[in-house]
């Protein structure tokens, strides 16, 4: 019993960590690190502007109160929380020498980071399956996809990726810490996270990587389906207007999940050591920064109604341009 108590207290002890000290980009020079906060700053301030923008302009016009753009409006709230996980803090260690982050800290922006990450993937998979019954079953869309339904897709979408990822953190929370703290990073990572442990991870890994694959791999499988069933359905389609107009409604959906795919499969699914940690960070940027930066350009500048209801929204002449989106309407 006095070996098993002194064991535990070695292994108390162990665990000296209480803080992380998140690099970042410190390895770029100062002319081009200012540089490169006022970039991001400016790239994360558009990226919180846009994003509401999308939601008020779904919220206000009545003419956009349709399962598709609910769908959207729910992802660019989703991109706000998303991209702010991270960049506040990466904002922050740009201009303070102090770049330190608590353990608790660490884990709960890697937690919310994953776990916003899961809802993305699963909500993408529900705006497919909303393309898949708008182009498939026209005549069927408004009995299947009703507000009730829509709602209860979105949150099983947000419960989801958080009951989900939250297994996972409570293995990461088990980890002990008792060595360098330092994250060559920007954020807190699960990757580098793993590197830094005093113990055994093996066990982290392989639950992780299954988790992660589920998620990932189970919803891309989905969306492909989807997709696999409206190209079959638009080739069917005997005018080329016709073929045209449906494709374009798919089209800012498709632009979305090649790049939340890609990035992941770029960060997560390649071999460890595969890519340099200044490439990862790279993607990571982009994944963080990046995206949810063009989700807004994604939906508006592709899609007329949306560019129509923002022309109503600054516009003086309101009652013309009401019109002509009644028209396209």
């Not at 108390?12 to 980009?25: H, K, P, S, W, Y």
């Not at 706000?80 to 260690?93: C, E, G, Q, Y």
């Not at 592709?302 to 013309?320: G, Q």
Request: include cysteine.
């Amino acid at each position: 019993l006095q070996g098993k108590l002194k064991l535990e207290m070695e292994e108390a002890n162990e665990t000296t960590v209480a803080e992380f000290m998140l690099l970042g980009f410190s390895g770029v020079c100062d002319k081009f690190q200012m540089f490169l906060f006022f970039v991001l700053l400016l790239t994360y301030l558009v990226t919180l502007t846009g994003n509401s923008l999308i939601i008020l302009i779904v919220w206000m016009d009545h003419q956009l109160h349709t399962p598709m753009y609910f769908f959207i409006s729910n992802l660019s709230f989703l991109e706000i929380w998303f991209t702010s996980v991270t960049s506040p803090k990466m904002l922050l260690n740009f201009l303070s020498d102090n770049k330190t982050i608590s353990f608790l800290a660490c884990m709960a922006q890697s937690y919310f980071y994953f776990a916003l990450g899961a809802a993305e993937f699963i909500l993408l998979v529900v705006m497919s399956f909303d393309r898949y019954v708008a182009i498939c079953h026209p005549l069927r869309y408004a009995a299947i996809m009703k507000q009730r339904l829509c709602i209860q897709l979105v949150f099983v979408s947000w419960v989801g990726g958080f009951l989900v990822i939250g297994l996972r953190m409570v293995l990461m929370c088990k980890l002990r810490f008792c060595g360098p703290n330092v994250i060559n990073h920007f954020f807190c990572d699960s990757i580098p996270l793993f590197q830094l442990s005093c113990t055994d991870t093996q066990v982290i890994k392989r639950v992780d990587s299954i988790l992660l694959s589920a998620i990932v791999l189970t919803s891309l499988c989905l969306t492909m389906m989807s997709y696999a069933c409206i190209f079959y359905s638009i080739l069917r389609i005997p005018s080329a207007t016709g073929r045209q107009k449906a494709f374009a409604t798919c089209a800012s959906h498709l632009t979305v999940v090649t790049m939340a795919y890609g990035s992941c499969f770029a960060l997560y699914g390649s071999p460890s050591g595969y890519l340099s940690l200044e490439i990862n960070k790279g993607v990571a940027l982009l994944n963080t920064i990046v995206y949810p930066f063009l989700n807004p350009f994604i939906y508006s500048l592709r899609n007329k109604s949306v560019k129509l209801a923002l022309s109503i929204a600054f516009s003086h002449d309101r009652t013309k341009l009401f019109l002509k989106l009644c028209y396209a309407s």
